[in-house]
């Protein structure tokens, strides 16, 4: 009987033992395990965090130099940038409009997408000089069709002097169909003209219907000496 007590009591004892050695003699081993144990787990995530640092200068470092770096930043902004230029896209005629009889012929530009510096603009067909100077100012115009056989196509650079002055002429191209009205052609032209501010360029063609809207083919721009 006191065997089997005993053998019987053993094992609830047994516990008992283990948890008065915890206190005992595990305690002081356990302060320098949970130390160990906060040490590792620091240095695991330190390493977490520096491999994550590090994919993100590998993956983002690129673009977040270049969203800071001031050459790109000016390029967002123009007006940082120094040469005064434009480089203008083209803006095809809605399709609708195809009857502009008394309209002037002005083409239209997407400003959206045209580069533009130190240039403004008026009313989607005109330049605005914000800069005095010397500009080489360029247009290339593709026609697609032309009126009566035989009629030479011309395009024009206009000037005028400030938005309520009446626009001139102040370059001229022309093209041939030859005897036919519908085939390709190009009016280039580019020449040297002295700007003040406020005046304004565009570019001026008998028939907006004619001219070939095809992405390069009709372009207009501009370059301050
Ligand atoms: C322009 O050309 C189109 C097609 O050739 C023609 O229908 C229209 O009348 C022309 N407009 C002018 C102002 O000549
Ligand atoms: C157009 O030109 C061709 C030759 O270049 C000629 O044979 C033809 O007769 C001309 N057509 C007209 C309508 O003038």
């Given at each position: 009987?006191?065997?089997?007590?005993?053998?019987?009591?053993?094992?609830?004892?047994?516990?008992?033992?283990?948890?008065?050695?915890?206190?005992a003699s595990a305690a002081p081993r356990r302060g320098p395990g949970r130390a160990a144990l906060r040490v590792l787990v620091g240095v695991?995530?330190?390493?977490?965090?520096?491999?994550?640092?590090?994919?993100?200068?590998?993956?983002?470092?690129?673009?977040?130099?270049?969203?800071?770096?001031?050459?790109?930043?000016?390029?967002?902004?123009?007006?940082?940038?120094?040469?005064?230029?434009?480089?203008?896209?083209?803006?095809?005629?809605?399709?609708?409009?195809?009857?502009?009889?008394?309209?002037?012929?002005?083409?239209?530009?997407?400003?959206?997408?045209?580069?533009?510096?130190?240039?403004?603009?008026?009313?989607?067909?005109?330049?605005?000089?914000?800069?005095?100077?010397?500009?080489?100012?360029?247009?290339?115009?593709?026609?697609?069709?032309?009126?009566?056989?035989?009629?030479?196509?011309?395009?024009?650079?206009?000037?005028?002097?400030?938005?309520?002055?009446?626009?001139?002429?102040?370059?001229?191209?022309?093209?041939?169909?030859?005897?036919?009205?519908?085939?390709?052609?190009?009016?280039?032209?580019?020449?040297?003209?002295?700007?003040?501010?406020?005046?304004?360029?565009?570019?001026?063609?008998?028939?907006?219907?004619?001219?070939?809207?095809?992405?390069?083919?009709?372009?207009?721009?501009?370059?301050?000496?």
């Amino acid at each position: 009987m006191i065997n089997t007590h005993q053998t019987s009591v053993f094992p609830p004892t047994v516990p008992p033992r283990l948890s008065q050695r915890t206190p005992a003699s595990a305690a002081p081993r356990r302060g320098p395990g949970r130390a160990a144990l906060r040490v590792l787990v620091g240095v695991v995530v330190f390493h977490l965090l520096l491999s994550l640092g590090g994919f993100y200068y590998l993956y983002t470092g690129r673009m977040v130099t270049i969203t800071l770096s001031p050459r790109v930043s000016a390029e967002r902004h123009p007006e940082e940038c120094h040469p005064a230029m434009a480089s203008m896209i083209v803006k095809p005629l809605p399709h609708r409009a195809t009857d502009t009889t008394t309209e002037p012929q002005y083409l239209q530009w997407n400003m959206a997408h045209s580069k533009r510096c130190r240039v403004d603009y008026y009313q989607a067909s005109w330049l605005k000089m914000k800069q005095a100077g010397y500009y080489y100012v360029y247009a290339r115009v593709s026609f697609s069709r032309g009126g009566a056989p035989g009629q030479p196509l011309v395009s024009k650079v206009m000037l005028k002097h400030d938005e309520t002055r009446e626009p001139e002429d102040k370059m001229k191209a022309y093209c041939s169909l030859g005897n036919r009205s519908i085939g390709q052609c190009t009016a280039s032209q580019g020449q040297l003209l002295h700007l003040e501010v406020g005046n304004l360029l565009s570019v001026w063609v008998e028939n907006a219907t004619w001219v070939d809207y095809e992405k390069h083919a009709t372009t207009f721009g501009m370059y301050k000496l």
